[in-house]
Nanobody, 123 residues
Framework: QVQLVESGGGLVQAGDSLRLSCTAS????????MAWFRQAPAKERTFVSI????????IYLDSVEGRFTMSRHNANNTVFLQMKNLTPEDTAVYYC????????????????WGQGTQVTVSA
């Protein structure tokens, strides 16, 4: 069983930066596709970024492209989401997720989820 624990959320102002972290325990982290999702109030959960096990291949939600950067450190079983130039539209609960597959873009393939960390961006 894989457990994921996110950290790094908080309340910031528009234009600020935050770095989220997600540490995994159990399973074989270096073989998992990892992702960040977010869910804003009254909205559906959506992917933010997805990264393959090697850290070479990644994709981003259009609205965060160029502002957010996902990275991973397999030796420490950790993934990060560096968020810059935050806007109020980025306000959401951010979830870390793991899929036991070399690559996927389907949320249903992410079997393991963290509890989420709140990011609130004030105008």
């Amino acid at each position: 069983q894989v457990q994921l624990v996110e950290s790094g959320g908080g309340l910031v102002q528009a234009g600020d930066s935050l770095r989220l972290s997600c540490t995994a325990s159990g399973g074989t982290f270096k073989t998992y596709t990892m992702a960040w999702f977010r869910q804003a109030p009254a909205k559906e959960r959506t992917f933010v970024s997805i990264m393959d096990p090697s850290g070479i291949r990644s994709i981003y939600l259009d609205s965060v492209e160029g502002r957010f950067t996902m990275s991973r450190h397999n030796a420490n079983n950790t993934v990060f989401l560096q968020m810059k130039n935050l806007t109020p539209e980025d306000t959401a609960v951010y979830y870390c997720a793991a899929a036991p597959t070399p690559w996927t873009v389907y949320s249903s393939h992410f079997h393991f989820w963290g509890q989420g960390t709140q990011v609130t961006v004030s105008a």
